[in-house]
């Protein structure tokens, strides 16, 4: 059993094996399990206590439906990003050191991994089209805040995300946060009770890691702390 497979037993090991897993099982998460995760993730700290998270859990029937929308929509080229679009999780271009993560990620990723070359813009694309499935996970999650403290609320947000992502893996599950979903945050909105003055952040995929597909041993390194951090003082 790798460290990964392991249920963590400390906040310190839910860090070290939190993963983005791209390949899950078919395995049902329980209900109870899911509320429970949340409710741990709502004690997040959120600016003056104002929680401006909201989030849209699909599983079953309503994850399948909202798929094949998806799809749908991938299909016929109806993305929805557009520049006015109060949030935008990438700039239109990169810049350095961003530009060289990003691009050593991809190519972890797709070619060293899956076996796509950088101009195979057919096997980018299916394995894209995965995202939209919530990459076979039994749960997708749609995490939504108020655009009103807009800024702060994403912050705030980001707090949330952490900590259901951590409490997953003491629960012994795995996740995967997905940007994805805003291209199309309008099929998002036919299909979910989501208002006017809410702004979809991401999408979540909630289950159980498929050990045995290429892209568990996908493990994204990180930078050392004297590569981000400055000490001042004595």
Same mark, same amino acid.
């Given at each position: @059993? ?14 070290? &094996? ?23 993730? !709502?004690?997040?700290? !959120? ?5 401006? *998270?909201?989030?849209?859990?699909? &599983?079953? %029937?309503?994850?399948? =439906? #909202?798929?094949?929308?998806? *799809?749908?929509? $991938? /299909? ?17 271009? *990169? ?17 060293? &991994? ?26 997708? @999650?749609? $995490?939504?805040? !108020? ?8 912050? %705030? ?6 900590? $259901? @992502? $951590? ?5 012994? #599950? /795995? ?6 979903? #805003?291209?199309?945050? =309008?099929? #998002? ?26 892209? %568990?041993?996908?493990? &994204?390194?990180?930078?050392?702390? !004297? ?8």
């Amino acid at each position: @059993m790798t460290v990964a497979q392991r249920t963590a037993a400390s906040v310190s090991d839910a860090l070290r &094996t939190r993963r983005s897993v791209r390949a899950f099982r078919p395995t049902p998460v329980p209900r109870e399990v899911i509320e429970e995760l949340l409710a741990l993730a !709502s004690r997040a700290a !959120s600016n003056s206590n104002v929680q401006p *998270w909201r989030v849209h859990v699909v &599983t079953g %029937d309503a994850k399948r =439906r #909202l798929t094949e929308d998806l *799809w749908a929509a $991938l /299909d016929a080229g109806r993305r929805d990003r557009q520049p006015g679009y109060p949030y935008q999780p990438a700039p239109d271009a *990169w810049v350095e050191p961003f530009r060289s993560r990003r691009a050593e990620f991809g190519d972890r990723l797709y070619r060293r &991994t899956l076996g796509v070359e950088h101009d195979d813009a057919d096997g980018r694309d299916r394995h894209h089209r995965r995202n939209y499935a919530f990459f076979g996970a039994p749960v997708g @999650m749609i $995490l939504t805040v !108020s655009a009103h403290p807009l800024v702060g609320a994403l912050v %705030d947000a980001g707090q949330f995300l952490q900590g $259901l @992502m $951590l409490a997953a893996r003491e629960a012994g #599950l /795995d996740t995967c946060a997905q940007a994805s979903f #805003l291209d199309f945050h =309008r099929v #998002l909105r036919r299909h979910l009770p989501i208002a006017d003055d809410e702004i979809v952040v991401c999408g979540l995929a909630l289950g159980h890691a498929d050990h045995d597909h290429p892209l %568990d041993d996908v493990v &994204t390194p990180r930078e050392p702390v !004297s590569a981000f951090a400055t000490f001042h003082g004595s």
